[in-house]
């Protein structure tokens, strides 16, 4: 079966939740957050929720194993504190709960978003990959950068993601 027919038979509709991770924006202010639960609504996802947390590591492991409990939830997107700055610490938390990752998103995240900043694409340390079965994937926070994520990578494969982690 070729890529085409494996997408054929991906849900339509993923259930998802978004975390956005930092030490400023609250719901009010998050317009990341924003952006990527009207991108999924455009293309007809559900968010069964909205997380905003410090950038904790120890407190976005708790609540992605909680999310990992939840069956309405096949997605959990994160945004922010993916960097290099002190408090940047959702990369180690995420990768280090990944059961399978998917090197390749990150790789293409970085190749993609190179052609729009250069050479600061490097400082990027989205991931992706699975946990408990759910599609864990973990963007910049920048509109910009969530903007390319969900609309070049994310939205295109999300149902096919689905489908492969749960075969």
């Given amino acids: 079966m070729g890529h085409k027919e494996h997408k054929g038979q991906s849900p339509s509709v993923v259930g998802c939740v978004i975390v956005t991770v930092s030490d400023t924006r609250t719901p009010e202010t998050d317009t990341s957050g924003a952006l990527i639960r009207k991108l999924l609504a455009d293309q007809g996802h559900r968010v069964a929720a909205s997380h905003w947390v410090k950038d904790e590591p120890a407190d976005f492991r708790k609540l992605l194993e909680a999310v990992a409990q939840n069956p309405d939830v096949q997605a ?19 990768a280090g709960l990944l059961e399978k990752r998917l090197d390749g998103f990150g790789e293409l995240f970085r190749t993609l978003s190179y052609q ?5 694409a490097m400082m990027s340390r989205a991931v992706a990959g699975t946990y408990r079965g ?9 509109e910009a950068a969530v903007r390319l994520a969900m609309e070049k990578l994310i939205l295109p494969e999300l149902g096919h993601l689905v489908r492969e982690a749960n075969r």
Avoid at 134 to 140: D, F
């Fill in 76 to 94: 959990v997107i994160l945004n922010g504190g993916t960097g290099i700055s002190k408090r940047d610490g959702t990369y180690e938390a995420v």
């Fill in 134 to 142: 759910k599609i864990v994937i973990s963007i910049p926070g920048s």
């Fill in 116 to 120: 729009e900043i250069g050479s600061a």
